[in-house]
């Protein structure tokens, strides 16, 4: 099982990977958490990238390529994968072509995850995270457990989410229909209950 979960920031790409992943026995590959890991270990590519993640800017290609390519040759992702924020630009698709055919890797689809800019706002701005699990919650939506640690992302903040939700239909909402001219697109409702929305991404892949 090889899939993409694309998506505006908040749709809800990081909540369905989790539960995929955990659903399907592959690893989630997200390029955020990979990202966010390094800033917090402050790594010399953690430093290189801290400032675009602060912005909500995109990181350079280059350096999520070679991210990707590396990741992917890992022993866990050899049985599957799904890729969560990745990729997002029309040049990391096409790459990640290239990629696939080095390693002799088959996508088996791109889950498209559709939310209003409105519901997008709301969701990113109550989002909250397990310190120690990574575990995605929402204030309102899908409260934490008492007592679990959590923190709240510093992208998370409404100015910077709105300039992320530029970014992404400038950069990425491209790839819709780049995946759509592939063949292998599948577009599901992401509003509603979160086991709901689970429902229809796995409908959506089986
Ligand atoms: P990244 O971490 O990938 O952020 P993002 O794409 O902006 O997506 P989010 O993590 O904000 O949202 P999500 O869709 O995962 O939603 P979630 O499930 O958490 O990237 C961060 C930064 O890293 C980028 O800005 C960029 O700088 C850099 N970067 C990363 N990848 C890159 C790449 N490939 N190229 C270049 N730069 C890159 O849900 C959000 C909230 O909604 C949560 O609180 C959740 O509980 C709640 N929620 C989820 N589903 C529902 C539901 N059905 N109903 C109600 N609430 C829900």
């Given at each position: 099982?090889?899939?993409?979960?694309?998506?505006?920031?908040?749709?809800?790409?990081?909540?369905?990977?989790?539960?995929?992943?955990?659903?399907?026995?592959?690893?989630?590959?997200?390029?955020?958490?990979?990202?966010?890991?390094?800033?917090?270990?402050?790594?010399?590519?953690?430093?290189?990238?801290n400032r675009y993640l602060q912005s909500g800017g995109l990181v350079?290609?280059?350096?999520?390529?070679?991210?990707?390519?590396?990741?992917?040759?890992?022993?866990?992702?050899?049985?599957?994968?799904?890729?969560?924020?990745?990729?997002?630009?029309?040049?990391?698709?096409?790459?990640?072509?290239?990629?696939?055919?080095?390693?002799?890797?088959?996508?088996?689809?791109?889950?498209?995850?559709?939310?209003?800019?409105?519901?997008?706002?709301?969701?990113?701005?109550?989002?909250?995270?397990?310190?120690?699990?990574?575990?995605?919650?929402?204030?309102?939506?899908?409260?934490?457990?008492?007592?679990?640690?959590?923190?709240?992302?510093?992208?998370?903040?409404?100015?910077?989410?709105?300039?992320?939700?530029?970014?992404?239909?400038?950069?990425?909402?491209?790839?819709?229909?780049?995946?759509?001219?592939?063949?292998?697109?599948?577009?599901?409702?992401?509003?509603?209950?979160?086991?709901?929305?689970?429902?229809?991404?796995?409908?959506?892949?089986?």
């Open positions: 099982m090889r899939f993409i979960l694309l998506g505006p920031p908040g749709a809800g790409k990081g909540t369905q990977a989790q539960i995929l992943a955990k659903t399907l026995g592959v690893p989630q590959l997200s390029t955020g958490d990979m990202l966010r890991a390094h800033v917090a270990l402050k790594s010399e590519l953690g430093l290189q990238v350079p290609d280059e350096i999520i390529l070679q991210m990707i390519e590396n990741r992917l040759q890992e022993a866990d992702a050899q049985i599957g994968f799904v890729f969560d924020g990745f990729p997002r630009t029309l040049i990391q698709a096409k790459e990640l072509e290239f990629i696939c055919q080095k390693l002799n890797i088959k996508l088996d689809g791109v889950i498209f995850i559709k939310v209003s800019d409105d519901e997008i706002v709301e969701r990113v701005c109550g989002r909250c995270v397990d310190v120690t699990t990574g575990q995605i919650y929402h204030v309102k939506y899908n409260p934490p457990p008492p007592g679990v640690e959590i923190k709240i992302r510093d992208d998370d903040q409404e100015e910077i989410v709105r300039h992320r939700l530029n970014v992404y239909k400038e950069n990425t909402a491209p790839l819709v229909q780049f995946y759509e001219s592939k063949g292998i697109l599948k577009i599901v409702d992401g509003t509603g209950l979160i086991g709901s929305v689970t429902q229809r991404v796995l409908e959506s892949v089986n």
